[in-house]
């Protein structure tokens, strides 16, 4: 900075800066060419530092097949009923409690490391994918709380990953990075995620939907010996979510005091909840905080875009959830069984991903045809090595040979011409349930659709009386 005098203020006489020095200049005193060096980094250190001084943040760390980002959504609520300025990462971008300031795929090291540097983050949750590991690692040297949500047979085939054995190795980098004194969050209903407890850091914490009767003899041991874990115990509206801990047992709350789980009959996001109340009790967080976070968590587009997104402004019910493999289908369709009563006819729009395995795709076909009364199958404008045509013949096969009818198939390549035609098949009663790729684009697809049909049906006596008067 210059300025004419340094007696009088510059807004009277004038001044400038010149050059702005990113980091101070230290090489003149720990190199000084005449005169004694002195270390004068030791005090910009202790003053940035101060000993005693809190110099990390508590790191949540979250991988696995399906579900990782809901469940980072659901702890992110938790933590900020705290107080607490949450630095989330997600496959939908880079959050500041809930302003989004990246808006990208961003569940890879790159956008860990970008939250961590946030001085303005209080804890980091961070979506950890398996592309992000096998590039770059993790972005962390070690965390307080790790997850592994369950591990599913998707991407296998690609970048040296060919079976669920190795998947798992890759996933389960993230609770060999929990410190001693953390904790891994494992789920006890998925038997590969469950033998990670022996590489796992720190305390094993299991969370399960089965806290009845057909509890795993492993878990309940586990519990018996004091161990931590979350279950859900058989009740009415999904059950009651409790806590094992140290041979004590605390009842949480009710799984359909969780707005997510539509009254207890989603059983993924029950799941889900588990682990992020979980994650949330083992850094403890207070009982009370954690109950709140839940019940205040909704399926909104806005809370938890692509997931289980719920809409009933048509006169059917419209449902967009991610689902992009066969497990995330099969966990959909046990909802779409339990609300099938509710509903005339059910149709789907479904898509996988072109770099999976043929038999996937296949299988992805099956699973449609026994969850849907019409389907209409798309592909993704990045078909990702596929030909056009190829992944919707594969789809097509796999419904056509588990019986479904060929004329209630439909393939339409283009995602929004092929959601536009599900909801203008869509009549009153229905339930249309849309497996979206670009979860925004086609979020403002529905609300557009939406707006169109109001605006038909105002129109509609308007336009009797004008041609009535033509007449």
Not at 163 to 183: C, F, M, N, P, Q
Not at 192 to 204: D, F, K, L, N, Y
Not at 280 to 294: E, F, K, M, T
Request: hydrophobic share 40%; charged share 25%.
């Amino acid at each position: 900075f210059m300025a004419p005098e340094i007696a009088r203020s510059v807004r009277e006489t004038g001044g400038g800066i010149v050059e702005v020095n990113a980091a101070p200049g230290f090489r003149m005193h720990l190199q000084p060419s005449e005169g004694r060096p002195r270390n004068v980094a030791r005090p910009v250190i202790d003053m940035l530092f101060p000993r005693g001084a809190r110099s990390r943040i508590p790191i949540f760390a979250i991988t696995g097949t399906n579900g990782k980002s809901t469940t980072a959504r659901m702890l992110g609520r938790i933590l900020r009923t705290q107080g607490l300025t949450v630095g989330l990462t997600s496959t939908t971008g880079i959050y500041v409690n809930e302003e989004r300031v990246v808006d990208a795929d961003a569940s890879g090291p790159w956008s860990a490391r970008m939250v961590l540097r946030d001085p303005t983050v209080d804890v980091a949750v961070l979506e950890t994918a398996r592309g992000g590991i096998l590039r770059e690692g993790l972005g962390f040297a070690e965390c307080d709380v790790g997850l592994v949500t369950n591990v599913q047979p998707d991407h296998l085939g690609l970048k040296g990953i060919d079976s669920l054995e190795d998947l798992a190795w890759v996933k389960s980098v993230v609770v060999e990075a929990v410190h001693r004194r953390g904790t891994s969050v494992l789920n006890a209903d998925d038997e590969i995620t469950v033998a990670m407890c022996r590489r796992a850091g720190g305390r094993i914490c299991f969370f399960s939907l089965r806290g009845g009767a057909d509890m795993p003899g492993f878990l309940r041991g586990h519990i018996d010996r004091g161990g931590l874990a979350l279950v859900r115990e058989p009740g009415p509206h999904g059950g009651d979510l409790v806590i094992h801990d140290d041979n004590d047992r605390h009842r949480l709350m009710r799984a359909a005091e969780i707005p997510a789980t539509l009254d207890g009959l989603a059983d993924f996001n029950t799941q889900n909840a588990l682990a992020a109340a979980a994650m949330a009790y083992a850094q403890g967080v207070p009982l009370d905080a954690i109950r709140s976070g839940l019940s205040s968590f909704t399926t909104s587009f806005e809370q938890c875009p692509g997931r289980l997104n719920v809409f009933d402004s048509h006169g059917f019910r419209v449902i967009l959830d991610y689902a992009h493999n066969p497990a995330g289908l099969r966990a959909l369709g046990g909802l779409i069984r339990k609300m099938r009563p509710r509903h005339r006819r059910i149709i789907g729009m479904v898509n996988i991903p072109g770099d999976r395995r043929d038999e996937d795709m296949r299988e992805m076909g099956a699973l449609a045809a026994d969850y849907f009364d019409e389907i209409i199958f798309r592909e993704d404008p990045a078909r990702r090595g596929r030909k056009p045509g190829e992944i919707v013949t594969l789809l097509s096969e796999g419904a056509l040979g588990a019986g479904f009818p060929a004329d209630r198939i439909r393939c339409i390549l283009d995602e929004d011409k092929a959601a536009h035609a599900c909801l203008d098949t869509a009549q009153p009663g229905d339930l249309v349930v849309l497996t979206p790729t670009d979860v925004e684009a086609m979020w403002g697809q529905v609300l557009e659709f939406r707006v169109k049909r109001a605006a038909e049906v105002e129109a509609e006596p308007e336009d009797q009386v004008r041609l009535r008067r033509r007449a």
